[in-house]
């Protein structure tokens, strides 16, 4: 894949995403990139490669490349690699701290990855320590004292939407030569860019809203830096493990972030419209997202997520445990199933997931759906 000659470099996402930074297929001048499904390539009598760069498909791989390329543009950094989830990027990640080391985890996060890391740290005899990282004290006066290998954040907050100030972790860590990870799934590159707010990685679920069809499983990194060395083992690491997407995954990305700041804009529109909604309601006892005036962090929102603040959301509602199984019981356009960032709204019961959720907390991921129908959904299931 390669772009036209002549092609001005984007400088725009809403540019770099649609064309997929230009790319064409170089044989037949198709708009559409193309899938090499091949897992081995050829090479001449004198054992050379007839390509440059095919040798193996395991990460020999253009589509991989392209991927990588319009995602690590999208966030500014120097390097970036895709793998096959967004667990398997988290994963590699923490695979390289050692036995003995040390790794400050912000506590209330997505539980797959509180519980990958709990499990993994017990197994290699590394010192885990979770803090809650939205308070911004709290946090830098951890880094201080404890002295972590690698700070791991996610901002913002999956199901109850807590923002980490980045910009200070940044310097927190930086004074403590700890590495700092954000998970910015939530928010894509389109809303914040933990990179330039002074993050080393920046990690996503690309199966949520950068995908956007709930039809890839895809995990990203992005670095600031690509000589330090926990991104050089890193790279090792997915390269021996092989933990990489194949074409027709890799393909599916591609096509469907290409309208990523375009989804990710309605579905900011749709969600603040629809928090506002539940906000006012009798049998909305809280609402937890990010772009309400009356979130604690609303001011930091604003300054870190440029443009919207996002498509996740959750809220309790009144009454007994079994109100929030009731309440989305009834959603007739909100789906019943665990995920978010997609074009379709979703809800889930977190609690039937995660017992230390609030049984009445409902969390939603709004869509690209009409806001008034899915606000009249809402409305119909609550009374």
Known sequence: MKAPHGTNHPT?????????????????????????????????????P????????????????LGEQILTKAEHGEDGLLFPSGMAAIAAVMRTTASGGRILLQSGIYWGTTKWVREFCQRRQ????????????????????????L????TPSNPLLKLVDIQAASKACSKNSSILIVDSTAATPVLTNPLDLGADIVMHSATKA???????LAGFLAVKDETLP??????????????????????????????????????????????GFLAEHDEVKKV?????????????????MIGGFGS??????????????????????????????????????RHSIEEAIDPNLIRISVGIENADELIADLEQALK
């Not at 809220?315 to 379709?344: D, H, I, M, Q």
Request: with cysteine; glycine share 8%; aromatic share 8%.
């Open 12 to 48: 725009t996402l809403a540019t770099l995403f649609a064309q997929a930074d230009g790319a064409i297929d170089p044989l037949t001048g198709g708009v559409v990139p193309p899938i090499q499904p091949s897992s081995t390539f050829v090479r001449n009598k004198d054992y050379q």
């Open 50 to 65: 007839i390509s440059d760069g095919h040798i193996y498909g395991r990460d020999d791989n253009d589509l991989l490349r």
């Open 126 to 149: 590394i010192e885990l320590l979770e803090v809650d990282s939205s308070n911004r004290k709290l946090l830098s006066r951890t880094i201080q004292s404890f002295r972590p290998d």
């Open 151 to 154: 700070v791991f954040v996610e």
């Open 210 to 216: 950068i995908n956007g069809h709930s039809d890839v």
């Open 230 to 275: 926990i991104w050089q083992a890193i790279k090792t690491d997915r390269h021996d493990a092989g933990a990489l997407l194949g074409s027709f995954e890799a393909w599916l990305l591609i096509r469907g972030m290409r309208t990523l700041p375009l989804r990710v804009e309605r579905m900011s529109e749709s969600a603040l419209k629809t928090a």
């Open 288 to 304: 937890f997202y990010p772009g309400l005036s009356t979130h604690p962090q609303f001011e930091l929102a604003q300054v870190q």
């Open 312 to 349: 996740l959301m959750s809220f309790l509602v009144n009454g007994p445990s079994s109100r929030s199984l009731e309440v989305c019981g009834k959603l007739n356009l909100f789906k019943r199933a665990t995920s978010l960032g997609g074009v379709e709204s979703l809800v889930e019961r």
